[in-house]
């Protein structure tokens, strides 16, 4: 049974940073695409950024800003956040996908089974 805990939210100024965790149980990441995604008010849910086995994948808006990383053996995935902006405000979900497979060079809801509670992100001065 999977499950995935999303940790490491909160408030940020402007230019800061914060490091999202999640947290896998009940699968193996070896070989599977893991995904950060995330909601503002009134928006919908967008992807932010996936890890596989063999690379990484970021939405334009993060790209150079955010980076996603994994360890394996501890079942984790991260998600480095500088350079906050405003609009980098949402919830923040971590997912996976149900087989082994690759991002494909995007991050793409659709292909993603298994879905965390979410962690607030708030970027206010």
């Known amino acids: 049974q999977a499950h995935l805990v999303e940790s490491g939210g909160g408030l940020a100024q402007p230019g800061g940073s914060l490091r999202l965790s999640c947290a896998i149980s009940g699968l193996t990441l070896d070989y599977r695409a893991i995904g950060w995604f995330r909601q503002a008010p009134g928006k919908e849910r967008e992807g932010v950024s996936c890890?596989?086995?063999?690379?990484?994948a970021y939405v334009d808006s993060v790209k150079g800003r955010f980076t996603i990383s994994r360890v394996n053996a501890k079942n984790a995935v991260f998600l480095q956040m500088n350079s906050l902006k405003v609009e980098d405000t949402a919830v923040y979900f971590c997912a996976a996908m149900r087989t082994n497979t690759y991002c494909r060079g995007r991050v793409e809801q659709e292909r993603y089974s298994y879905w965390g509670q979410g962690t607030q992100v708030t970027v206010s001065s």
């Open positions: 890890i596989d086995s063999s690379g990484t």
